[in-house]
Each structure stands twice: as structure tokens, then as C-alpha cells.
């Protein structure tokens, strides 16, 4: 399926640099005037993107005495093999996503080494 992805930032938005928040600025020179930072305020940036969907079975577990509740499952994304591991507790909830990094696509597999 195609479809656009839109990502949207902004107003009022920073970014995290060696540990402090800091804001975008570009630079505008105009001929005959000395060079001036603009602050961006916020910006939007529209992409086509190519969805393909894969359903991964998830296994629903709690983590012992505590409320934190997790899920796990494996899967494939992308045509490469990965781990699916989310959490939730009460300060919101994470997902990670570790890919396998030993596997190879079928075409980098069926490639010649020599050529």
C-alpha cells in the first residue's frame, strides 16, 4: 500500500544536544546585508512511504509483584527476522525492536563474493 507520511514539529519545538535543549536556527543571506540567523519555529515534512504490514503475535506477561506489564514476540520486518519487547507501567509505555543483525536478505545471499 503507498500512502504519504507526514511529520510534524513544532511550534515552540528543541532538540536535545549534549545534554541540553537547544533550538533550530537557519541562515539567511540576502545581498548587500549581513548574514542573520532565523529561528525555525516548526516545520512539516510530507514523504510517500511504501507500507507493508506483518502481524506479530504478541505473549502478554506481568512482571512479578509489580505493575508493570510487558509483551514479547518475534517476527519479521522488513524480510529480516527481529524481537519485539513493549512495556507499560505507570509512567507511560516503550517498545524496542532489536533487528538480527547476522541475517541476510536472499538477494545479499545469492550474490557471488567474487564478483
Do not use: C
Amino acid at each position: 500500500m503507498d500512502a504519504y507520511a507526514v511529520i510534524t514539529v513544532g511550534p515552540n519545538w528543541t532538540v536535545k544536544l549534549d545534554g541540553e535543549q537547544r533550538s533550530l536556527y537557519v541562515e539567511r543571506r540576502l545581498e548587500g546585508q549581513t548574514p542573520e540567523l532565523l529561528l525555525i519555529d516548526g516545520m512539516e515534512v510530507t514523504a510517500k512511504a511504501e507500507i507493508h504490514v506483518s502481524e506479530i503475535p504478541l505473549h502478554h506477561r506481568r512482571l512479578a509483584e509489580t505493575d508493570i506489564h510487558y509483551a514479547f514476540g518475534e517476527g519479521s520486518i522488513g524480510g529480516t527476522p527481529a524481537l519485539i519487547v513493549a512495556t507499560e507501567g505507570e509512567l507511560g509505555g516503550k517498545m524496542s525492536i532489536r533487528l538480527n543483525p547476522k541475517h541476510k536478505k536472499k538477494s545479499q545471499r545469492n550474490k557471488n563474493p567474487s564478483s
